[in-house]
């Protein structure tokens, strides 16, 4: 059963005066977009708004997206100085970004870096991995361990050097490892939710105004297979 984000369900993991973090569930959507569906921006402004009992409009500023599909960390700025600073830190690639993803076939090694150039598609929404520089294509790299072997699936921990569209979906396709649920990337069924298993488990980076290091973890979803790991 699928539970979108509310204003009273709100997974909050870290909260100040500068920074909003939470942990996103499957189908919350980042950023609204032309399905016209209420964005988690929005409901994490109604959060502060009723909580702090803030008159008129709340100063929200999304930092970085996930796909709707997927689960875990957000972070949002409550103040322009944060935001200012937090794209700053995600462009300058000064987050470091742990990924957990679920994948039924067994990657070749059990760890390794995968680097590939990936081109996007804009009409399908996806990006496709290349093994060499193709036109349009953006360099990709990450590096993935085997850290748990399910019954019938792999569970990987993922660590990203680039920031590039769909890209851990794309990368794992590549080798053969679609990830749970994804149909778009290869995997043969969907989740019963309509989500993927893949799950964006933790961020470490420095905060923005108290300089102060920030390592922020987030629960794995309610799920059989995600409480195994």
């Not at 609204?32 to 008159?55: A, H, I, R």
């Not at 496709?128 to 019954?151: F, G, M």
Request: hydrophobic content about 35%.
């Amino acid at each position: 059963m699928k539970v979108i984000s509310t204003k009273n369900n709100l997974q909050v993991l870290h909260e100040d005066n500068h920074l909003i973090v939470v942990n996103k569930r499957v189908g919350d959507l980042v950023q609204g977009d032309k399905t016209g569906d209420k964005p988690l921006s929005e409901v994490v402004k109604e959060y502060l708004k009723e909580k702090y009992n803030k008159p008129g409009e709340v100063f929200l500023g999304i930092v970085h997206r996930l796909d709707r599909p997927t689960t875990g960390i957000v972070v949002f700025a409550r103040t322009s100085k944060a935001l200012t600073r937090m794209n700053e830190l995600f462009s300058n690639r000064e987050t470091k970004k742990t990924y957990w993803a679920v994948v039924k076939n067994k990657p070749e090694k059990p760890q390794a870096q995968l680097v590939h150039y990936l081109k996007r598609n804009e009409k399908n929404n996806t990006s496709k991995a290349h093994n060499k520089e193709v036109p349009d294509s953006k360099l990709a790299s990450l590096d993935y361990t085997i850290i748990k072997e399910l019954t019938n699936y792999f569970a990987l921990e993922i660590n990203l050097h680039t920031g590039r569209h769909h890209q851990i979906r794309a990368q794992l396709a590549a080798i053969g490892c679609p990830i749970k649920g994804d149909l778009k990337y290869g995997f043969d069924r969907s989740n019963p939710d309509g989500g993927i298993h893949l799950h964006a488990r933790k961020l470490v980076f420095i905060h923005p105004v108290s300089k102060e290091p920030l390592s922020i973890l987030a629960p794995v979803p309610d799920d059989v297979i995600w409480k195994a790991i």
